[in-house]
């Protein structure tokens, strides 16, 4: 693999850049979503999983980590209005 | 992931252009090699920095649920607690990843 620094970066050809771009951009956004599953199945897990019977999420398991994940969104939305709707 | 030449710099598969439809410039094959090698970098990064903060969660939970009184090695029913316990986990992970997108997708 031969190096690649910003020297030979600005020098990739217009189509080239366009294209590097739109792929940096998918995945940085991609990113974001796997770390942020990892963080609230992390989050979830701790709150939702007591013991290990086997390796299936019991009913009980599943909702809670369902209901875990939607009301940290909730909560998530609610601070965001409630920062939005202070007086500037 | 359709990117546009991708992969098939080289090979000589007619290109859609019978509708008449500028496709835009080719790339130079320079530019193309960089870009490639660029890809495949990111990706590899972004797949190692996944695959830690995974092994990372799923180690420390797992240890947590399952490992009471370390002993000199992991017993059997330590060892099945750690399998079970990482399916567990694996199951929550794609609950939540499927959960999470539709919301998102909701907005």
């Given at each position: 693999m031969s190096d690649l620094d910003l020297n030979t970066l600005s020098k990739l050809d217009e189509t080239t850049k366009s294209e590097l771009n739109t792929f940096i951009q998918q995945e940085t956004a991609r990113a974001k979503v796997q770390t942020s599953v990892t963080q609230f199945t992390d989050m979830c897990f701790k709150k939702c999983?007591?013991?290990?019977?086997?390796?299936n999420l019991n009913r009980e398991e599943e909702n809670c980590v369902s209901n875990c994940l939607n009301r940290f969104l909730d909560t998530n939305i609610k601070i965001v209005n409630l920062l939005q709707s202070l007086p500037k | 992931m359709g990117f546009l030449g991708f992969g098939s710099s080289n090979d000589n598969a007619p290109s859609i252009t019978s509708t008449g439809t500028p496709t835009p410039a080719a790339a130079d094959p320079r530019s193309q090699q960089i870009k490639n090698e660029l890809i495949t970098k990111v990706s590899q990064e972004i797949a190692t920095a996944n695959a830690t903060a995974l092994v990372n969660a799923l180690t420390e939970n797992c240890y947590k649920l399952c490992i009471f009184k370390p002993a000199s090695s992991l017993s059997a029913e330590e060892n099945k607690c750690i399998d079970d316990c990482s399916a567990k986990f694996m199951r929550s992970w794609n609950l939540i990843s499927k959960s999470y997108i539709t919301r998102i997708n909701q907005g």
């Amino acid at each position: 693999m031969s190096d690649l620094d910003l020297n030979t970066l600005s020098k990739l050809d217009e189509t080239t850049k366009s294209e590097l771009n739109t792929f940096i951009q998918q995945e940085t956004a991609r990113a974001k979503v796997q770390t942020s599953v990892t963080q609230f199945t992390d989050m979830c897990f701790k709150k939702c999983i007591t013991s290990v019977q086997d390796g299936n999420l019991n009913r009980e398991e599943e909702n809670c980590v369902s209901n875990c994940l939607n009301r940290f969104l909730d909560t998530n939305i609610k601070i965001v209005n409630l920062l939005q709707s202070l007086p500037k | 992931m359709g990117f546009l030449g991708f992969g098939s710099s080289n090979d000589n598969a007619p290109s859609i252009t019978s509708t008449g439809t500028p496709t835009p410039a080719a790339a130079d094959p320079r530019s193309q090699q960089i870009k490639n090698e660029l890809i495949t970098k990111v990706s590899q990064e972004i797949a190692t920095a996944n695959a830690t903060a995974l092994v990372n969660a799923l180690t420390e939970n797992c240890y947590k649920l399952c490992i009471f009184k370390p002993a000199s090695s992991l017993s059997a029913e330590e060892n099945k607690c750690i399998d079970d316990c990482s399916a567990k986990f694996m199951r929550s992970w794609n609950l939540i990843s499927k959960s999470y997108i539709t919301r998102i997708n909701q907005g």
